[in-house]
């Protein structure tokens, strides 16, 4: 079996999405996530400039092989946009040798490990009361666990917080949105959203909540605490992860349990994290972490650590990212819990999924290869438009992180 045609589709039902297209000679096609949200279009240039030139005429199925290719062949390794656009392959030829061998994802990776992935979905409020009122309707769906963001008294807007309940979309305009940011004014606010929360919906639910890198390492270390009473499944990136060894501070300091790497891309931006049981639950995911294959690898080692995984699983991964991590999580023995933000029935309409969602749990389906495709027809009517993420400023003006 031999790679005969590679390309990539942009498309914007609502927001933006990269896609991996991989065609053989034997008529059988992949297909991968490959969408880095606001520098979409650096990862296009990657691929089709320079990775798709070395692919055609290759056995699909070497998966190891292509894998190490791309990663030690460029010399420049790591990075977002490189991981993100090995992610894309590594997905759809993954997807490839499930539909050759007639098996789901997870069937090559070793099996079932459970009957059902537990996720977590959003429920934000401009203000406490919002957001309480969000959780119950999380709770009347059927979620057995819940991130719980609210707007901060004094502050006009902040992370995780959005009209748009159900569908929140932080890339939000075609230049940076600047938002305005006060570390002293979430601290002081937070603790009132959980004791909330747990007075009106007691502790039988998981609830867990993301500081969106916005606190300094002693700052966590006392969010932690103040957060101890209501037993969070987990804080998340607390700190800025750059400097790993910040989360020893943390850990000092709080048995509130810590999740962190939605943004990271391999597996040493968390070696130092895991192998030292800094943290509880690891959250990068395939589309940023070079995909299926370099995922393992990171899983693998975090479970030596006692580390669970947490995949991010944000609205800008597409549903091919949600599939492919799906099937992980239904294999994967340290799984922890996975991310599910739902997209938008214009986004589902163009990515045809074979997942589905019931009592908290969602099921990967059993389709050959990953279970999700893209219909190129629809995805042509949806022109890429340039968007941007926010960027943070600290009430003087100084910039800070979003
Ligand atoms: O593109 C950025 C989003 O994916 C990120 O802000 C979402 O923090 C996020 C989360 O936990 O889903
Ligand atoms: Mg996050």
Request: hydrophobic share 35%; charged share 25%.
């Amino acid at each position: 079996m031999k790679i005969v045609n590679c390309k990539v589709i942009v498309t914007c039902p609502g927001r933006n999405f990269v896609t991996v297209k991989i065609e053989t000679d034997e008529g059988v096609y992949g297909i991968g996530d490959a969408t880095l949200n606001g520098r979409e279009l650096s990862v296009v240039s990657y691929l089709e400039d320079h990775l798709f030139p070395c692919l055609i005429g290759r056995d699909p199925q070497q998966i190891e092989d292509i894998w190490q290719y791309l990663y030690r062949g460029a010399y420049w390794r790591r990075g977002p946009v490189t991981m993100t656009a090995i992610a894309g392959i590594d997905t759809a030829l993954w997807d490839i040798k499930g539909k050759v061998a007639g098996l789901p994802l997870y069937e090559l990776l070793g099996g079932r490990s459970r009957d059902g992935v537990m996720v977590y979905g959003h429920a934000n409020g401009l203000d406490i009361e919002e957001t309480v009122d969000e959780v119950a309707k999380y709770i009347d769906l059927g979620y057995k666990a819940i991130r719980a963001q609210s707007g901060v008294p004094g502050i006009p807007s902040t992370y995780g917080v959005a009209k748009e309940k159900m569908y929140y979309e932080p890339a939000d305009a075609e230049l940076p949105t600047e938002n305005v940011w006060s570390t002293e004014k979430y601290m002081n606010h937070v603790p009132r959203l959980f004791d909330k929360l747990r007075e009106k919906f007691g502790f039988e639910h998981h609830l867990l909540h993301d500081a969106h890198h916005r606190l300094t390492p002693i700052q966590a270390a006392r969010v932690g605490k103040d957060l101890e009473p209501y037993r969070l499944f987990w804080l998340e990136d607390a700190v800025p992860a750059e400097n790993q060894e910040s989360f020893r501070l943390i850990r000092q300091h709080t048995t509130t349990p810590l999740a962190v790497g939605e943004i990271f891309n391999s597996i040493f931006d968390c070696q130092q994290l895991i192998t030292e049981q800094l943290i509880d639950y690891i959250r990068t995911t395939v589309v940023h972490a070079g995909g299926i294959t370099h995922l393992r690898r990171i899983a693998n080692l975090a479970d030596l650590y006692n580390v669970r995984t947490g995949s991010h699983g944000a609205t800008d991964l597409s549903p091919i990212c949600m599939g492919a991590a799906l099937h992980f999580d239904t294999w994967v023995p340290n799984f922890g819990i996975q991310e599910y933000m739902r997209h938008t029935e214009q986004t589902d309409d163009v990515f045809p999924h074979d997942y589905h969602f019931d009592k908290g749990y969602l099921h990967a389906g059993s389709a050959p290869g990953h279970g999700v495709d893209i219909d190129e027809k629809l995805a042509a009517k949806y022109p890429y438009r340039p968007a941007y993420l926010p960027v943070n400023r600290l009430e003087d003006g100084t910039m800070y992180n979003w």
